[in-house]
C-alpha cells in the first residue's frame, strides 16, 4: 500500500490540510484562523487566535487519523515567525498532532511555495516564471526558470495591511493610497526583479478568491479556478471596485468566504501592484500552492 501523507501549512489568516497518496491528493481543507491577529501590533499570538487555530487542528489531526497517515510535515509561515509566545503554539500542535511544527524562514517558504506552483505548469510558460503568494502577513515572490534564481519574503500581507492602514469600511482614499504606499516601499526594496518576468503566476487564497470572483462563480470552484489565464488590466479594474466595498457587500459575492471578506482588500491591492510592476499582460491562476510544496518533500523514503 502506497504511503499517505500530509501536509500543514499555517499561515496569518488560513491553515491548510492537503493528504495525499502517491499524486492523488486524498483531501484539501482550508480554515480560516486568523493566527496573526494583532501580531503587527503586540508582537504576540493572542489567546483567541490560538484558541481558533488549535480547533482547526484538533480537526485536521482527525482526518490524520481516519485517513492513516504515516508521515506529517506542519509548516508555519509569517506570524509566527514574529510572534514573542510562538512557544505556546508549537507545543499546542505539539500536543494534538505529534509532529513539531517548522517555523519556514522567509527564504525556505518561497522555495516551497515555487516547487509548488511551477511544477504543475512545467514547460508550458515562458521563463523566467514570477510566482507569487499573498499571505495574511507576508508576500512571497519568487523568479526562476526550473528553480529559483531569486526570492523575497516581504512583511506585508492583507491581515497585516488591513490592521495597518485600512481602518474604515469601506476604507478612506488617504487610507488605500497609504496602504499602496507601504506597498510600492517594499516592491522598489525588493531584490526581485518583477520586470523581468515573462510569466507570471499567482497563487494562495488572496488571488485564488479574487479569481473567483472575477469570473462570477457561484461557489469557490477549485476546479474552475485552476489554471485559469486573466488580465492585469482586468484585475486592476475589478480590484479598485473591490477595494470600494463595504465588508458586507464583499460578503455577497458568492465565491467569497466571509472569514476573508475584510482583509482581501488590502491582499488584493498587493497582488495589483506586483502585476503592474511586472510587463506581463495575463497570467494564470495556479491551485497548486506552498501545500504542493511541502507534500513534495514528503514523498520517498524517510531520510
Keep these: 500500500m502506497a504511503e499517505r501523507i500530509a501536509a500543514i501549512d499555517c499561515g496569518t489568516n488560513s491553515i491548510k490540510l492537503l493528504i495525499g497518496e502517491e499524486s492523488q491528493v486524498l483531501v484539501r481543507e482550508s480554515r480560516m484562523v486568523r493566527l496573526g491577529q494583532g501580531v503587527d501590533t503586540t508582537g504576540l499570538l493572542a489567546p483567541e487566535a490560538l484558541g481558533r487555530t488549535f480547533a482547526a487542528v484538533d480537526e485536521f489531526a482527525e482526518l490524520v487519523r481516519t485517513y492513516r497517515v504515516t508521515r506529517i510535515r506542519f509548516c508555519a509561515t509569517s506570524a509566527t515567525r514574529d510572534a514573542a509566545n510562538a512557544e505556546v503554539f508549537t507545543e499546542g500542535v505539539r500536543e494534538r498532532l505529534g509532529v513539531t511544527p517548522e517555523v519556514l524562514s522567509g527564504a525556505e517558504e518561497a522555495a516551497l511555495v515555487f516547487a509548488g506552483a511551477v511544477a504543475p505548469l512545467e514547460g508550458e510558460l515562458e521563463t523566467p516564471v514570477l510566482v507569487v503568494d499573498v499571505g495574511g502577513g507576508s508576500t512571497e515572490l519568487v523568479l526562476g526558470g526550473g528553480t529559483p534564481d531569486v526570492a523575497v519574503s516581504m512583511d506585508i500581507g492583507s491581515v497585516r495591511l488591513h490592521e495597518r492602514h485600512l481602518h474604515d469600511d469601506p476604507p478612506l482614499p488617504e487610507q488605500v493610497a497609504a496602504c499602496v504606499d507601504d506597498i510600492d516601499r517594499h516592491l522598489r526594496r525588493s531584490p526581485v526583479p518583477v520586470g523581468d518576468a515573462r510569466s507570471v503566476i499567482g497563487t494562495s487564497g488572496t488571488i485564488k478568491t479574487l479569481a473567483a470572483a472575477m469570473l462570477a462563480l457561484p461557489f469557490y470552484d477549485r476546479d474552475a479556478i485552476d489554471g485559469v489565464e486573466l488580465g492585469v488590466a482586468d484585475t486592476a479594474a475589478y480590484v479598485e471596485r473591490l477595494v470600494g466595498m463595504t465588508v458586507a457587500e464583499r460578503r455577497a459575492i458568492p465565491s467569497m468566504h466571509p472569514g476573508r471578506a475584510d482583509v482581501i482588500g488590502a491582499g488584493a491591492l498587493i497582488w495589483t501592484r506586483v502585476l503592474q ?18 507534500a513534495s518533500t514528503l514523498v520517498g523514503p524517510d531520510e
Design 277 to 294: 510592476s511586472s510587463e506581463v499582460s495575463h497570467y494564470r491562476v495556479s491551485e497548486a500552492d506552498i501545500l504542493y510544496g511541502i
